[in-house]
């Protein structure tokens, strides 16, 4: 069984923490796991504790470009507090590791009893929708090599590991560039002793210089939510 450990549910006050605990179940997210596609109902919501989750949007019927991400502060599903009942993206699990679950209905009855359940999903919306402007606005402005280091930045808070197996063919699917921009950007970032990159396993080697490397929405984002959900 995982620990309570999520952020969110941590930050619950006791009573309303125990109250939706006892509705959850642990679970195992598994590698490249669909948890829900773009428009699917939604039948469970997941909060992670180990694992890590992509929300990716589609074009055409095809995932193409990861728009966000929901690990140990957040959760999958929080759009329930507004009544609405499906997944406007495609959500497949990045990196496996444990969760709590609580199916939809269940969930959706817990809000309506829980206050301080919803106001603090009100607030991690809030925080979700923010981020979600910021990344729409990177995409646009920013270049490849800073939004590279961010995505790095935010794989490892969520990974809770300075190592990780990524491709370049799936950074290159997750910020919505070629490829060949993706293997210079890192290739850039590891002769600055930045990275270290052998094989699809990556590794961060300076921290501190990579945010240095990132654009301003990796700050940016973390202020977010430390403001309101801290």
């Known amino acids: ?29 598994r590698m490249a796991e669909v948890l829900c596609d773009g ?10 504790v180990e694992g ?15 728009v ?23 959500a497949v699990v990045q990196g496996a590791g444990s969760a709590w679950r609580v199916g939809a209905s269940a969930f959706q009855r817990e809000l309506n009893r829980n206050k301080a359940l919803k106001v603090t999903l009100g607030q991690y919306l809030h925080v979700t929708a923010t981020q979600l402007a910021g990344s729409a606005a990177c995409l646009r402005f920013h270049q490849i090599s800073p939004r590279l280091a961010r995505w790095l930045l935010m794989t490892q808070d969520r990974a809770n590991s300075s190592s990780f197996r990524v491709t370049h063919e799936f950074l290159a ?22 990275v270290e ?7 961060i080697l300076n921290r501190a210089a990579l945010i240095k490397a990132a654009c301003a929405c990796y700050a940016s984002d973390r202020k977010a939510y430390a403001e309101l959900l801290q």
């Open 1 to 29: 069984m995982p620990p309570i450990e999520n952020q969110l549910i941590a930050n619950l006050p006791r009573k309303s923490r125990l109250s939706l605990m006892k509705l959850c179940e642990p679970v195992q997210l």
């Open 39 to 48: 428009g699917e109902p939604i039948r469970h919501v997941y909060f992670p």
């Open 52 to 66: 890590f989750i992509s929300l990716v949007t589609k074009l055409d019927g095809k995932p193409v470009l990861e």
């Open 68 to 90: 966000g991400m929901v690990g140990c502060e957040g959760m999958l599903g929080a759009q329930l507090a507004l009544g609405v009942r499906s997944e406007p993206l495609y």
């Open 173 to 194: 699917f997750m910020l919505g560039v070629r490829r060949v921009g993706i293997t210079t950007a890192a290739s850039a970032l590891q002769r600055r002793g930045l």
């Open 197 to 203: 990159y052998h094989r699809g396993n990556i590794r």
